[in-house]
């Protein structure tokens, strides 16, 4: 999204600020092989006492800006000495919750044009004054002859006039993504003040769809399920398309198991981890709900999405992705759910990993999707230069 250093080096650090965690990878690009070289994360969100557990609203809350900040800088600052990277330029993503991602219709112009006209149109989408954000944007589709063709097979008694209206009307579509400054700037510090640069930054959703779908064209709804909310992310044609983020993860299950066993959050936590196929237990009745919420949120980011869309709308699968989704039996909830194919996302496709720590690391599946999207962007950034 922000690039602003160039890459030299062939090692590459991502590092992922979600609401909850940070995680970083380190990868190594040499001989045209992709190596896992270092990885990590932490926690810095702290779970709710023993003696909250029948009141698990009161949860610490550690979002408020400050604290946050603080956490994220010490946890930072823990996890780096740790792992000791090889790197010092960090390709980062903030929480897809801090942005904003808008689809936008326009009609054929150049980019001189579009530039002019997206300053005129962004406040429509972007609740904030402009000053106060960073935008960048992209032309993710633009209406070909033989697409607005397409569409027409699909609905030949108005043939026609489909045709005229969308060759006249909306001729290409713009993703336009928006990041408040002051965040942006927090970020930039916050790295700095470890003596480590950044490289880049981006929305998680970004990175999630490199490592996750790459340069596959096909269609796929991403549900990333972090701990405190889901991103759920429609990718079209290898384009971020449309995303919508809620309030609701893995923790929601946690407090459902922990509320209605009446057990502490951490029995209940290890209660859901361990079991195996729980969706389909008898203790189904207090995970589904939360489950639902999510499916019936990418039920209506795909149908908004086909609603918007100029051409057929195919979602070939879902991938689930966040460590919600190492929930046991998630998948197959989802694809009766849902009624499409449904896998755990693998973001470790192509990449070396040590035969040592290969079958540990494999096991966090998804859970370092994001970091490993970032430091993939290194990765192509220096394949390009
Ligand atoms: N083995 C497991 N089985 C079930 N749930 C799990 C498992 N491991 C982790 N989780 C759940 O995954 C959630 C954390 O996911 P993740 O690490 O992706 O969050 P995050 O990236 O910190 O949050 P976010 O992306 O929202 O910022 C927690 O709710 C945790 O309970
Ligand atoms: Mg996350």
Redesign the pocket.
Known sequence: MWNLFKAKSNVFLGV?F????I?VVELLYDNDRTHLKNYGWI?FKKQPKKDDANNLNIVLDTTEKNNRQMNLKNSLAVLLSAMKPESHSVYAAM?GISGLVALIDFPQMDKKELDKAIQYEAHKYIPVPLDEVYLSWDVVSRIKDEETGLLSLYNQKNERKDTKKNKNKKAMQVLLVAAPKDEVENYENLITSLNFKMTSLEL?MFASARSLVGDDLGGYLII??????T?IILVDRGVIKINRIIDV???E??KAVASSMNISWQRA?SF??QKRGIIFSQNSQLIIPALDLISGEAIRTIENYRHKSLTDVRIDKIILS???S???GIDKYFSQALNISTEIGNPWKGIVIDKNIEKKVKNYGT?LA?AIGLAEKGIKDFQRN
Do not use: F, Y
């Open positions: 992922d979600g609401t909850s965690s995680k926690d929480p998680s990333d399920i972090g701990a405190d909310t991103d993860g893995g923790n299950v946690t936590e859901k981890r966040g460590g919600g190492r929930l046991s859970s994001v």
